[in-house]
């Protein structure tokens, strides 16, 4: 940590629980039931359009559907709908408790900062914007392009992060909070610290093979201030 240049952090979850007041299954749900409107039922699996799962994900319903028709017109305002969803999630996005003060201090030691995500570009400014955090990162914020197949676990926008700053993969440190984030990571040649706010992140986070993972941003603003 003390010894990283570049602190690459994922959105979602590190910085924010961005669906806290606004539930990701709620919007999968909204854009399942987008598709069966315009009579497009069969593009999805039956485990892909269950409105009831609890653990059903709007970038997995966006993904299924460029698979299917990459690069689409379908795809281009599917697209749109999950990024005007997420603009409202972030109004009522829950702040990871100590992301705002270990932005802050590791700003202030001299780290430069980047936001790589799944979700969109356009989100993250907003949220940024209300917490008065995006001079921290700016102009350094890689989210979802019309190219859905680079979202991670691709590293794309890890390298694009690297790269636009300079940055050797090895003087860098990813935060994340899911297996593809950490598979990024891997791919990109990035050290990873993993995020779980409960056990059963911490222990996916652990099953893909990642061998630091903490409960609470605390500890970390606390080395760096030590």
């Known amino acids: 940590m003390t010894g990283?240049?570049?602190?690459?952090?994922?959105?979602?979850?590190?910085?924010?629980?961005?669906?806290?007041?606004?539930k990701a299954e709620r919007v999968a749900a909204g854009l399942v039931q987008w598709l069966a409107g315009r009579g497009l039922h069969g593009l999805l699996s039956d485990t892909e359009s269950d409105t009831g799962h609890d653990s059903?994900?709007?970038?997995?319903?966006?993904?299924?559907?460029?698979?299917?028709?990459?690069?689409?017109d379908l795809v281009t305002e599917l697209e749109e709908r999950l990024t005007q969803e997420e603009l409202r999630a972030a109004t009522s996005a829950l702040p990871t408790a100590y992301a705002d003060p270990l932005i802050r201090t590791w700003t202030a030691v001299g780290s430069r900062l980047a936001i790589?995500?799944?979700n969109s570009p356009r989100v993250v400014r907003a949220y940024l914007d209300g917490r008065g955090l995006t001079g921290c990162f700016a102009p350094h914020i890689y989210g979802r392009t019309p190219d859905l197949h680079l979202l991670k676990p691709d590293p794309h926008c890890l390298n694009r992060a690297l790269n636009a700053m300079g940055a050797a993969p090895s003087a860098a440190v990813m935060i994340g909070d899911s297996p593809s984030d950490l598979a990024a990571a891997q791919r990109a040649g990035v050290p990873f610290l993993g995020y779980a706010r409960n056990?059963?992140?911490?222990k996916l986070l652990r099953a893909a093979g990642a061998g630091l993972v903490v409960g609470s941003l605390e500890p970390l603003l606390q080395v760096l201030r030590g």
């Open 116 to 118: 790589t995500t799944n």
């Open 4 to 22: 990283a240049r570049v602190v690459l952090w994922d959105f979602d979850g590190p910085i924010c629980r961005l669906f806290a007041g606004h």
């Open 199 to 202: 056990g059963q992140k911490a």
């Open 56 to 72: 059903l994900d709007p970038h997995a319903v966006l993904r299924a559907v460029d698979r299917r028709h990459p690069g689409s």
